[in-house]
């Protein structure tokens, strides 16, 4: 017995007396190639894949290099611009005849502002890190401005382990100790606590959106000469 199935050219010969699962697996391959014949896959699918060089994949990923030079200029922005703050803020208050008595009224608003504008200043410091890390590194801005951050955050905890050694040696501490600050030791931990989430979080993000930008730049270029 023979059978042609439409949309397939194959011819299937099942033997008289042959047993049913034979030809019922034949049915279901034919069925399977007809269905296979009528998937088209379009042509632009994989462009985008072949259009990328494969020696630049090996370009891409985290570079430390550029990483390393990216968290050298966030330092020194943060200095720079922490510097030029305290010198506005001297200025402003010379001119507003702001003085340590009125600070010391109102302590609590003298401290979320002063966090609040040393937070800003490091977040600005470590976008313009990020930033130049994505400008050296070409490509994946993104993990370039976290590699930014992840070496900003493991010098801290460096400098903060080689601290607390030489405060558990020395009690370095407890000349910090000011009993004039009109704050609570509990007010100084909770704000404390605070300022540090949100520098974290504000400075990943910052550079992590630095990273990005600095890619920008490549991209503007590589459509231009497309």
């Known amino acids: ?27 279901a391959r034919a069925a399977a190639d007809r269905a296979m014949s009528t998937i088209t896959i379009p042509p632009d699918q994989f462009a985008a894949e072949s259009e990328i060089d494969p020696e630049l994949l090996s370009y891409r990923g ?11 200029i966030a330092i020194a922005m943060s200095v720079l611009l922490l510097a030029a703050t305290s010198a506005a803020a ?10 340590t008595s009125d600070a010391k009224a109102d302590p609590q608003a003298a401290s979320i502002t002063a966090a609040a504008v040393t937070v ?15 400008r050296l590194a070409r490509f994946d801005g993104g993990r370039q401005g976290f590699g930014v951050w992840m070496i900003a955050l493991l010098v801290g905890a460096i400098a903060g382990g080689v601290g607390w050694a030489l405060d558990s040696q020395y009690n370095l501490l407890d000349d910090l100790n000011r009993p004039d600050v ?15 989430g949100a520098l974290l979080v504000l400075t990943l ?9 600095g890619k920008r730049y490549h991209d503007k270029i590589d459509a231009l000469l497309d």
């Open 62 to 72: 985290f570079k430390f290099g550029a990483a390393f030079f990216g968290w050298l």
């Open 1 to 27: 017995m023979s059978e042609q199935y439409p949309g397939n050219t194959a011819t299937i010969t099942t033997p008289v007396g042959e047993d049913t699962s034979t030809q019922r697996y034949a049915e």
């Open 120 to 134: 800003f200043m490091l977040s600005l410091a470590f976008y313009i890190g990020g930033y130049v890390a994505g």
């Open 182 to 196: 009109a704050l609570s030791n509990d007010t100084l931990a909770y704000g404390g606590i605070v300022a540090a």
């Open 205 to 213: 993000l910052a550079a992590i959106l630095g990273g990005k930008t």
């Open 90 to 99: 001297l200025g402003s208050a010379q001119v507003l005849d702001y003085s």
